[in-house]
């Protein structure tokens, strides 16, 4: 059965007020199209690791009063659960959707695969497109441009993954909510794995420490 990607009612639900009513719509619009894209990618992302890769879809559990912004399903190599570890995001915001590499705050692998970013660094920055974006807070839309990804910047995103413990570091593809992409189900799982594969350097080098 062909995916049927995202549509407006899709990002609308973050404009739902109250946490009752919107998870009650990201549960019956989006969630179902999560654990879809969750199965359909499995086997490829599987395949492009080299191990078994298990998806996890975003309950939102711990929320009692703020509703969700955002949410997503995430593939990591361990059953159980993905925020400790190096992982693989697609998710939704309100103004668009992402497609990404994650290390985020819960690895306690930061500050070493700070370490390895600054070295290889020079091997890393051309296999990266431009239009990718770097994000170092999950919990924020915005993003850096790849092009961007030098002096100042570079080195702000460094130093936090080698020195603040809540650092984070996510790499990928924004695709905005308007482009005829994200409502193009099957176009869009070809992309989504095209990401994959380009930012699989990153998560190899979140593994060679």
Not at 41 to 64: I, Q
Not at 134 to 153: C, F, I, N, R
């Amino acid at each position: 059965m062909a995916f049927s990607g995202f549509t407006d009612s899709d990002f609308d639900v973050f404009y739902i007020p109250g946490l009752e009513p919107r998870m009650e719509a990201l549960i019956e619009r989006v969630r179902p199209k999560l654990h879809e894209l969750g199965d359909r990618l499995s086997p490829a992302l599987s395949a492009l690791c080299g191990e078994e890769m298990f998806p996890h879809v975003a309950k939102h559990a711990r929320r009692t009063i703020n509703p969700p912004n955002d949410t997503w399903v995430a593939w990591a190599n361990n059953k159980k659960g993905y925020k400790a570890h190096p992982h693989f995001q697609v998710g939704l915001w309100p103004t668009h959707l992402f497609v990404q590499f994650a290390l985020i705050y819960e690895s306690p692998n930061k500050a070493a695969f700070g370490r390895q970013l600054e070295r290889h660094w020079n091997d890393i920055q051309p296999l990266i497109p431009a239009h990718y974006v770097w994000s170092l807070d999950h919990m924020q839309p915005e993003a850096t441009p790849h092009a961007e990804m030098k002096g100042d910047t570079l080195d702000q995103l460094i130093h936090k993954l080698q020195h603040v413990k809540k650092s984070e570091a996510l790499c990928g593809l924004h695709i905005d909510r308007r482009d005829p992409l994200a409502a193009d189900g099957e176009r869009l799982i070809a992309e989504i794995e095209h990401v994959f594969e380009t930012v699989m350097p990153l998560y190899r080098l979140a593994y060679q420490i």
